[in-house]
């Protein structure tokens, strides 16, 4: 089991900063990808950002080049620092640790998914 604990949330206006953490604690060992999705009430959840194989990051369209995801140097943290944040951008964001099998790159539709609570964010003036 991996346990997920997020931070960082919050309210700020358009155009402002944000940066989310996540640290994990459990079997970490195991966890191959760790990221960041987001939800808002009647859609489904959607990737923001991860951190995969190799340290390599993959983004979803809507945030590149606004936000920047790193990986701890015990590869048990992940961040998330959101610039020239949009009302659009506002959603409940969850942090992801995926174990995939042994061989499959991500996402293995077969692997397992831990996650966070979730942290809100809310972009309003």
């Known amino acids: 089991q991996v346990q997920l604990v997020e931070s960082g949330g919050g309210l700020v206006e358009p155009g402002g900063s944000l940066r989310l953490s996540c640290a994990a604690s459990?079997?970490?060992?195991?966890?191959?990808?760790m990221g960041w999705y987001r939800q808002v009430p009647g859609k489904e959840r959607e990737l923001v950002a991860v951190?995969?194989?190799?340290?390599?990051?993959v983004y979803a369209d809507f945030v590149k080049g606004r936000f920047t995801i790193s990986r701890g140097d015990a590869k048990t943290t992940v961040n998330l620092q959101m610039n020239s944040l949009k009302p659009e951008d506002a959603a409940v964001y969850y942090c992801n640790a995926h174990i995939a099998r042994n061989g499959v790159p991500w996402p293995d539709k077969n692997g397992v998914n831990f996650w966070g609570e979730g942290t809100s964010v809310t972009v309003s003036s």
């Open positions: 459990g079997n970490t060992f195991k966890i191959g990808a």
């Open positions: 951190i995969i194989a190799n340290d390599r990051a």
